[in-house]
C-alpha cells in the first residue's frame, strides 16, 4: 500500500522556537492534509492542501503541497505550549478511492516553557 | 460548523457483551468513516459509508458491523471482542466523493474503548 514518510519522529524545542516537519512520499497525491491530536482526543484538522505548489496558512502554522505532489511540509513560528501534541499528516494518492486517506506515522511535539 | 460527535467517550465491555458506538455529523456530510486507533499511531481505516451505503470494509473482523441509520449517523456494532481489540475508535465525516475538499475529514474526539 501507499506510504508517508512522516520526520521527525519526536521534537523537543523550547517555547519561542520555530518548528518544522514533513512528509513524503513515492507516489504523487492529490490532496495533503495536517492534524494535531492531543492525548484522549480525537485528531483536529490544522490545514488542508490540494494544489501542487499551494502555500496556506492558519495563524502560526503554515503548510505547503509540494511541486513534485510527493510531498509536504508544516512549519510552526513563536511555538507555545499548547503546541503540544502529535502531528500527523494524511493524504490520498492518486489512483485510489475517495476515502482512503494514508497517514504518516506522527511527529510528537514536547514545548518546554 | 465543523463538529463530530461520539457516544460514548469511555465504554468497558467484556469479551460476550454487544454494545454500540455512535457517530452524529450535521455539516451535511455524505460520507462517514470508522477509524481504530493504538496508542501514538496514525489511525487506521475500518469502514466507509458514501451516501448510506458502505463502500468500504477494510477486511475488518465481523465481530465490529457498521450502521449507517440516516445521512447524519453511524453506528458501529460490537460482539465478541478481543482484549486486542481495546482502542480509541474515531469517527470522521467529508464531503462525499468530490476531488480535493471531499477527501478532507474530520473527526470526532473518539470512545475509549476497554476490553476485558
Known amino acids: 500500500g501507499q506510504q508517508l514518510n512522516q520526520s521527525p519522529q519526536s521534537m523537543f524545542i523550547q517555547e519561542g522556537e520555530d518548528v518544522s516537519m514533513n512528509c513524503t512520499s513515492s507516489?504523487?497525491?492529490?490532496?495533503w492534509l495536517w492534524y494535531k491530536q492531543e492525548p484522549g482526543e480525537g485528531p483536529v484538522l490544522l490545514i488542508a492542501?490540494?494544489?501542487?505548489?499551494e502555500l496556506t496558512s492558519n495563524g502560526r502554522l503554515t503548510a505547503q503541497f509540494g511541486i513534485t505532489r510527493k510531498d509536504s511540509f508544516l512549519n510552526i513560528s513563536a511555538s507555545i505550549p499548547s503546541d503540544v501534541g502529535i502531528y500527523f499528516c494524511a493524504g490520498r494518492a492518486g489512483g485510489t478511492s475517495y476515502g482512503k486517506l494514508t497517514f504518516g506515522q506522527g511527529t510528537i511535539l514536547t514545548v518546554h516553557p | 460548523d465543523t463538529e463530530v460527535t461520539q457516544t460514548p467517550k469511555h465504554l468497558v465491555m467484556g469479551m460476550t457483551n454487544k454494545k454500540s458506538l455512535k457517530c452524529e455529523q450535521h455539516m451535511g456530510h455524505r460520507a462517514m468513516y470508522w477509524y481504530k486507533q493504538k496508542a501514538k499511531k496514525p489511525p487506521e481505516l475500518m469502514f466507509v459509508?458514501?451516501?448510506?451505503?458502505?463502500?468500504i470494509n477494510e477486511s475488518v473482523p465481523s465481530r465490529f458491523s457498521p450502521e449507517c441509520p440516516n445521512s447524519s449517523l453511524l453506528n458501529l456494532h460490537l460482539h465478541a471482542l478481543q482484549p486486542e481489540d481495546s482502542a480509541l475508535y474515531l469517527c470522521?465525516?467529508?464531503?462525499?466523493?468530490?476531488?480535493?475538499?471531499?477527501?478532507?475529514?474530520?473527526f470526532g474526539p473518539g470512545t475509549r474503548l476497554t476490553v476485558l
Open positions: 470522521a465525516s467529508s464531503r462525499a466523493g468530490t476531488r480535493g475538499s471531499g477527501d478532507t475529514q474530520y
Open positions: 507516489s504523487i497525491f492529490n490532496t
Open positions: 459509508y458514501s451516501y448510506e451505503k458502505l463502500s
Open positions: 492542501l490540494y494544489k501542487a505548489g
